[in-house]
């Protein structure tokens, strides 16, 4: 891996010493300079677990993409970082649904204490979680890792609502390999969120900016916009100057804007 190409692209230059501070840092750094995207999903462009592959998206092409790829990368800056590292699965929890095994993947890193990072879950912690039950307050949210009878989970309690769960996992370690089934099944299937809706959102120091089909969602300091596209010249204007991403001429972005 070409480490100094990947600190530039997400806009790190400070430390790369094995400590919680600088593990956060690369953290917040990736979430602020790479967007959650599902755009090849929608343009039917397939994505292969591969390593090189995510490489070359996200940091030569400056791109994003979803759990598989970001936090694959991730994982893989950190190894060459030599930061103890392994790869989780975790079944998301969404509305009393649980999710099957390897529907996302995470990461967990063994500093001084056991630390649950995630560059992948779209809308969620800037900073690395402790695993072992200390809250984590980010702004108005506040995140746990709660032990369950069968699994651990990753909690989130917002103003005015009680903790919800996010994903359900285990510290089994697992390989890059291991996900490839659920990755084609979250790139087909009707079932799948991402074949659902096109997404392309990414959070700011204040709040998050977020493509969705054809919405624009602007929230800032709590304070949420939403408005229609109204063109596909206006569509990959906002991904250009709000994401950095380049879309070449040939693209049809009437299937990003209607997924």
């Not at 230059?13 to 917040?28: D, E, K, M, N």
């Not at 995470?106 to 001084?112: A, C, G, P, Q, S």
Request: one cysteine or more.
């Amino acid at each position: 891996m070409d480490v100094a190409a990947y600190l530039e692209r997400i806009g790190h230059t400070g430390s790369t010493t094995l400590t919680p501070a600088t593990l956060a840092s690369l953290h917040r750094a990736h979430l602020l300079a790479v967007p959650f995207e599902n755009l090849d999903i929608a343009l039917g462009r397939p994505i292969e677990l591969d390593l090189e592959a995510f490489f070359e998206k996200i940091v030569v092409r400056r791109r994003g993409g979803f759990c598989y790829e970001l936090n694959g990368l991730f994982g893989w800056l950190l190894r060459e970082l030599r930061f103890p590292v392994a790869t989780l699965s975790a079944r998301v929890l969404d509305g009393g649904r649980i999710g099957p095994d390897f529907d996302h993947m995470l990461l967990l890193v063994r500093l001084e204490d056991r630390l649950i990072a995630d560059v992948g879950f779209g809308d969620s912690f800037l900073e690395p979680v402790p695993m072992d039950g200390d809250e984590h307050v980010e702004g108005d949210r506040t995140y746990r890792v709660a032990e369950t009878e069968w699994a651990l989970t990753l909690e989130r309690l917002s103003p005015g609502t009680e903790w919800e769960p996010q994903y359900a996992f285990n510290g089994a370690p697992r390989r890059l390999a291991d996900f490839a089934e659920m990755c084609r099944w979250q790139q087909t299937s009707p079932e799948s969120h991402f074949t659902q809706k096109t997404i392309c959102s990414l959070p700011t120091p204040h709040g998050r900016i977020t493509l969705a089909n054809d919405r624009w969602i602007d929230t800032k300091d709590g304070r949420r916009e939403e408005r229609k596209v109204e063109s596909h010249d206006e569509y990959r204007e906002l991904l250009r100057t709000r994401f950095s991403i380049e879309l070449d001429a040939d693209v049809p972005i009437e299937r990003l804007m209607r997924a």
